[in-house]
């Protein structure tokens, strides 16, 4: 079953009232190996995963206009709420409780209309295919910073975000909520910089939820891990590795699995342990460089991607997962 990730907004309606059905990314385009090989004959990644609207619109729920990179646009005819942002959820003091409990969540306060790199930063944290997938939400609560005294909507987003200890002065301040947890003044105050980066690991290390980036899954980051650690179990690792590949049930899943797959195969041995032992000449490195190189260059947007989504997959190849 999918879990909650919509927002209903209604011409005349003061609130957004929030639901609890899911919308998860379209599961259309998977990856592919394709383009030009790496050294030793590895295939590349296809296009990218996701960004298209489901035929249709979602559901019952219609269509809810334009979007491009950045998230949604106009929506289906709402009022002048925020803008709607894919993979996020707007909720005020009435529905915020509606959706805790269930699954951990991460809740953004700010102002009603952000915007910035900080902003930017968060968009393509909220947009990232392992939080569209994941059994979590990202929920913003926007608030008026110029609320006037009869604005009761208005006051009480800024006393629930003030109930967690978010002030104006922090915006935009996240609080995680664990899953089980119904009380927002329990929530966990997230000190870190607005990196997507930096806010997917938060999440995982508070909720347990993997949030890895495009080209990464979780089974296989720690499996790369003890690939390098254990050279004795590397046979053994190896042949994980392929049966966790065999029980992948989408064609994406599979591509990624098939990566790294690949650079164990091209990484085992005591040989290539005793290069790694000389950073730079270890495969894991001279790779990355490889690719570094190859994005510093003319590369096609859907090339840079490819390159990108290995080059994610790549540090789990430290040993430190």
Known sequence: MAHPRYLWQSAGLVAVFCLA????ADEGGEDEYEGE???????????????????????????????????????GGGGG?????KGVVHADATTLPLLLGKRAVLVKCDKDYPYGEKEDEYVAFAKREAV????FLVVEVAVNEYAAEDDAEGLESKAL???????AEDFPAF????????????AVKYEGEVKADDLAAFVTKEAGVFLGPPGTLEIFDKLAARFVRELSQQDAILAEAKKQKGLLERERDQTYASFYISLMERMKGPAEADKCAACEKCFRFTEER???????????????????????????????K
Request: aromatic content about 8%; hydrophobic content about 20%.
């Open 81 to 85: 709420g925020p803008t709607l942002k």
């Open 161 to 167: 975000c003030e109930s967690m200890g978010a002030t």
């Open 175 to 186: 609080r995680l909520i664990r899953k089980g947890t119904t009380d927002v003044k329990e």
């Open 132 to 135: 569209l997938e994941a059994d």
């Open 290 to 320: 490889r690719l570094n190189e190859l994005n510093q260059g003319n590369v096609p947007p859907e090339k840079r991607k490819e390159h990108d989504r290995k080059l994610n997959a790549l540090p789990a190849f430290m040993g430190s």
């Open 21 to 24: 059905l899911s919308v998860r």
């Open 37 to 75: 090989d790496m050294e030793g004959g590895m295939d590349g990644y296809g296009d990218d995963y996701g960004g298209e609207m489901p035929p249709g619109g979602y559901g019952d729920y219609g269509d809810y206009g334009d979007y491009g990179d950045e998230g949604y646009g106009g929506g």
